[in-house]
């Protein structure tokens, strides 16, 4: 039985994104392989609010964010976290030998700009990584005033991990600051895994030109130059996806940004005040995402026996995520989600667990 996904990736694909997976192969330094790619970039840079470059790769997101961190770090990187996926930031330093202090944050509670300033006060870091949608605990920090501090200081590039918010929320790139700003496909895009995407700024590249071992298949500069000449990759990239995608951005379009992000908006919304008669939120107020909310398991019931009625009844949400397991639990409403269907699987939730059910209007 086909099952609608609720959980933060990877999320549901229309039946007519995925049939464009299925599109007949052509070669990848071919003029269509070049349109291909020059129209993913002009509406990326759309959507992310930016004249930046946009590079793709072959990877999920962490891939890039490995790419980022490694090339974009001269001498330290200042990681901010506030649950895993920050913490993951830390461990690619610590893993490519980058060095990196990281800065965290109580569960449930946002990066602070002013938190960004002390660190940077010291002048030990030209390096910042801020999660911008922490989907494991349903945090979304204000990289807009976070942006404004970096701002203030010269040489240090502002590397943010967008995988779980760009699509579903307005990210404006070249606003806020962001010199590298990344998504993987299979979250708001609501596209297969398997490929990643990101907008560098002319000044991370120039700085990534001074770090000598930058690797090789996740060499941004390498990877820049040859978008940059061709609008093609040095090495054979998922042409499959990059015809979904392209695809895809065109739905998009269509269903407009804004209404898009009202639309991610309104769902959050809808599941937080649900939430809140039943059971209490993860995330301090003022930082709730608009794509994933975490919900305190206040019931103590158990979320295996709750997700089996569920998946019997055609839904999936997720758990909550390492720590967290068990005491917390998600329900993502990301990239095709649609009010009727949330509706429906709160109604079930309520009615398995025996909980009041709520009047819709
Ligand atoms: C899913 C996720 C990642 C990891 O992305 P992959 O595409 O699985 O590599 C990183 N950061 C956040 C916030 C995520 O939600």
């Known amino acids: 039985m086909y099952k609608q996904l609720f959980i933060p990736g990877p999320t549901d694909v229309a039946p007519e994104v995925l049939e464009k997976m299925a599109t007949p192969m052509i070669g990848h330094r071919t003029a269509e392989a070049t349109e291909l790619q020059k129209g993913i970039s002009e509406k990326l840079q759309k959507l992310m609010y930016t004249e930046n470059t946009i590079l793709l790769s072959t990877s999920s997101g962490t891939g890039l964010m490995e790419a980022a961190i490694r090339c974009c770090t001269r001498k330290r990187a200042a990681v901010f976290?506030?649950?895993?996926?920050?913490?993951?930031?830390?461990?690619?330093?610590?893993?490519?030998?980058?060095?990196?202090?990281?800065?965290?944050?109580?569960?449930?509670?946002?990066?602070?700009?002013?938190?960004?300033?002390?660190?940077?006060?010291?002048?030990?870091?030209?390096?910042?990584?801020?999660?911008?949608?922490?989907?494991?605990?349903?945090?979304?920090?204000?990289?807009?005033?976070?942006?404004?501090?970096?701002?203030?200081?010269?040489?240090?590039?502002?590397?943010?991990?967008?995988?779980?918010?760009?699509?579903?929320?307005?990210?404006?790139?070249?606003?806020?600051?962001?010199?590298?700003?990344?998504?993987?496909?299979?979250?708001?895009?609501?596209?297969?895994?398997?490929?990643?995407?990101?907008?560098?700024?002319?000044?991370?590249?120039?700085?990534?030109?001074?770090?000598?071992?930058?690797?090789?298949?996740?060499?941004?500069?390498?990877?820049?130059?040859?978008?940059?000449?061709?609008?093609?990759?040095?090495?054979?990239?998922?042409?499959?996806?990059?015809?979904?995608?392209?695809?895809?951005?065109?739905?998009?379009?269509?269903?407009?940004?804004?209404?898009?992000?009202?639309?991610?908006?309104r769902l959050a919304e809808i599941t937080r005040e649900w939430a809140g008669r039943h059971f209490s939120l993860f995330a301090a107020e003022g930082f709730r995402s608009d794509t994933v909310t975490c919900i305190n398991n206040t019931l103590d019931f158990d979320f295996k026996m709750l997700n089996k009625e569920l998946l019997d009844r055609g839904f999936r949400i997720g758990n909550g995520y390492g720590p967290f397991k068990d005491k917390t639990f998600r329900i993502a409403t990301m990239g095709e989600r649609k009010e009727a269907s949330l509706v429906e699987l709160l109604g079930h939730i309520e009615e398995i667990l025996g909980l009041e059910a709520t009047k819709w209007h």
């Open 81 to 265: 976290s506030v649950g895993a996926f920050g913490d993951r930031w830390y461990q690619l330093a610590e893993n490519n030998n980058v060095p990196a202090d990281v800065f965290k944050s109580e569960p449930g509670q946002p990066t602070t700009p002013e938190m960004v300033d002390d660190a940077l006060k010291t002048g030990k870091y030209d390096v910042v990584t801020v999660t911008h949608n922490e989907t494991s605990t349903g945090v979304m920090n204000d990289c807009a005033a976070i942006g404004d501090v970096i701002r203030k200081y010269d040489d240090v590039l502002f590397l943010v991990d967008t995988v779980s918010s760009l699509a579903g929320s307005k990210i404006e790139v070249d606003l806020w600051g962001i010199d590298v700003c990344i998504a993987s496909t299979q979250k708001c895009f609501a596209l297969p895994p398997g490929l990643s995407l990101c907008s560098v700024s002319e000044r991370a590249i120039e700085a990534a030109k001074q770090v000598k071992h930058r690797g090789y298949y996740l060499d941004l500069v390498r990877l820049y130059n040859r978008v940059k000449k061709d609008f093609q990759y040095p090495s054979t990239p998922s042409l499959s996806h990059m015809y979904a995608f392209d695809f895809q951005l065109d739905r998009i379009f269509e269903e407009g940004l804004d209404n898009r992000f009202e639309r991610h908006h």
